[in-house]
């Protein structure tokens, strides 16, 4: 019986969750960090805020939205791969980090009235979902009215030259590095297919719109490797 596309991404993620954040790192040449250190300085999000972190994995990028919003700020990290949370976990309880809920659940029915958080972002992990439009809605929905959705993901280069090199790397060594590092070529084979399907940067700043969100503006990362997208809750 042929898996759906959510039952293999929870395989894949419940398989790889102990070396996920090395693979992370040596997969994108420890760019994912700068990406990400990027795109909180563009949210400048203060402190007392609440913020959801959607497919929050091993929660970095919740460990960094706890720091910005401070003690009294309130953030959620939500995933469905029960062995990512419990790394997650760890990582805050070893932070000191109480404003924080780590729970299970699915990007696709989340778990919250609506107007709920003044932000919610999703890190590499909307390309993993099986209906992008479902996970945006959703993430507009629990967003109060002048909220701030963000989402940083793999994009499509538009460069002719390092396009092709860049899908050479998806496609073939990023899953060598998967079977060398991780004993999980497999895993990352699926990875890097979920990568080339993505929709580019002008194409994903649609959906947003078709989501609802307005003022949706891009920011693309690395000759385009990567893209933060940002759109707002009307107010």
Same mark, same amino acid.
């Given at each position: 019986m042929q898996q759906t596309k959510e039952?293999?991404?929870?395989?894949?993620?419940?398989?790889?969750?102990?070396?996920?954040?090395?693979m992370n790192s040596l997969i994108s040449f420890?760019?994912?960090?700068?990406?990400?250190?990027?795109?909180?300085k563009k949210?400048?999000?203060?402190?007392?805020?609440?913020?959801?972190?959607?497919?929050?994995?091993?929660?970095?990028?919740?460990?960094?939205?706890?720091?910005a919003v401070g003690p009294e700020g309130r953030v959620v990290g939500l995933d469905f791969s029960q062995n990512m949370l419990n790394v997650g976990k760890q990582k805050i309880e070893e932070a000191d980090l109480e404003q924080v809920k780590m729970i299970q659940g699915n990007a696709m029915e989340l778990p919250f009235d609506d107007h709920t958080f003044d932000y919610v972002t999703i890190?590499?992990?909307?390309?993993?979902?099986?209906?992008?439009?479902?996970v945006l809605q959703e993430m507009h929905r629990v967003l109060k009215?002048?909220?701030?959705?963000?989402?940083?993901?793999?994009? @499509?280069?538009?460069? +002719?030259? !390092? *396009? @092709?090199?860049?899908? +050479?790397? !998806? *496609?073939f060594i990023m899953p060598l590095f998967g079977k060398l590092f991780a004993k999980s070529y497999k895993e990352y084979s699926w990875l890097q297919e979920s990568a080339r399907d993505f929709p580019g940067m002008k194409e994903l700043k649609q959906m947003f719109e078709q989501a609802g969100f307005v003022d949706v503006s891009y920011i693309s990362h690395t000759g385009g490797v990567a893209a933060t997208h940002i759109g707002f809750k009307q107010k």
């Amino acid at each position: 019986m042929q898996q759906t596309k959510e039952e293999k991404v929870h395989g894949v993620f419940e398989k790889i969750s102990s070396n996920y954040d090395h693979m992370n790192s040596l997969i994108s040449f420890q760019q994912h960090k700068r990406w990400r250190t990027s795109t909180m300085k563009k949210m400048n999000v203060p402190e007392k805020a609440s913020a959801l972190d959607v497919c929050c994995g091993t929660g970095d990028w919740t460990i960094a939205l706890a720091e910005a919003v401070g003690p009294e700020g309130r953030v959620v990290g939500l995933d469905f791969s029960q062995n990512m949370l419990n790394v997650g976990k760890q990582k805050i309880e070893e932070a000191d980090l109480e404003q924080v809920k780590m729970i299970q659940g699915n990007a696709m029915e989340l778990p919250f009235d609506d107007h709920t958080f003044d932000y919610v972002t999703i890190g590499f992990g909307l390309r993993n979902v099986p209906d992008y439009m479902q996970v945006l809605q959703e993430m507009h929905r629990v967003l109060k009215p002048g909220g701030m959705a963000v989402c940083l993901e793999t994009s @499509q280069p538009t460069m +002719l030259g !390092f *396009r @092709q090199l860049y899908f +050479l790397y !998806f *496609r073939f060594i990023m899953p060598l590095f998967g079977k060398l590092f991780a004993k999980s070529y497999k895993e990352y084979s699926w990875l890097q297919e979920s990568a080339r399907d993505f929709p580019g940067m002008k194409e994903l700043k649609q959906m947003f719109e078709q989501a609802g969100f307005v003022d949706v503006s891009y920011i693309s990362h690395t000759g385009g490797v990567a893209a933060t997208h940002i759109g707002f809750k009307q107010k």
